[in-house]
Each structure stands twice: as structure tokens, then as C-alpha cells.
């Protein structure tokens, strides 16, 4: 991607794979105006991304419990997606 210095617009090119995936502190080599760049997030990743679960203190999250039968139906369709993937 590119950014651009908000002073005097010198263009910057930064590799794909070095676009971070936070906002950095970048600072012009032209003029040494720092600024704060934001970038986008990339598909791929989801570094930066905020969580937004919370789990409330009195109530501590728990593995859902299910009971024998559904627990053997869940591994059928496991086992069914399996053969069907392989297909
Ligand atoms: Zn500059």
C-alpha cells in the first residue's frame, strides 16, 4: 500500500507483507514530519481486530454440556463431513 506524508505529501510504498496490521507512528524521511498512519485491516488476519467478547465476572464461561445422544449424533454428521469432503 501507499501512505502519503499529511506535510508534504511524499509518497511511501510499503510491501504487503510489512503493512502492519496497527496504526504505527511513521515519520517522513523527506521532511521528519511523524504522524500516525492507520492502515487497513487484511483479510487474512485478524491482528488488531478488538474483541468484543466479554465474559461477565459471576457468570465464568463453561463448555456446554450435551447430553449422550447428542453428543453422538454431533460426531455422525463430524464423520459424514469427513466422507463427504473426501469425495
Ligand atoms: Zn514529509
Redesign the pocket.
Known amino acids: 500500500m501507499e501512505v502519503f ?1 499529511p ?4 509518497g511511501y510504498r510499503i510491501p504487503p507483507e510489512k503493512v502492519p496490521s496497527r496504526p504505527r507512528m511513521l515519520m ?1 524521511k ?4 511523524a504522524w500516525r498512519q492507520g492502515f487497513p485491516a487484511r483479510a487474512h488476519s485478524l491482528d488488531g481486530q478488538p474483541s468484543k467478547v466479554v465474559i461477565p465476572f459471576d457468570k465464568p464461561a463453561r463448555r456446554p454440556q450435551y447430553a449422550q445422544g447428542v453428543l453422538a449424533i454431533l460426531r455422525e454428521e463430524a464423520a459424514l463431513e469427513q466422507r463427504l469432503r473426501k469425495a
Open positions: 506524508c506535510s508534504c505529501s511524499t517522513c523527506s521532511c521528519g514530519t
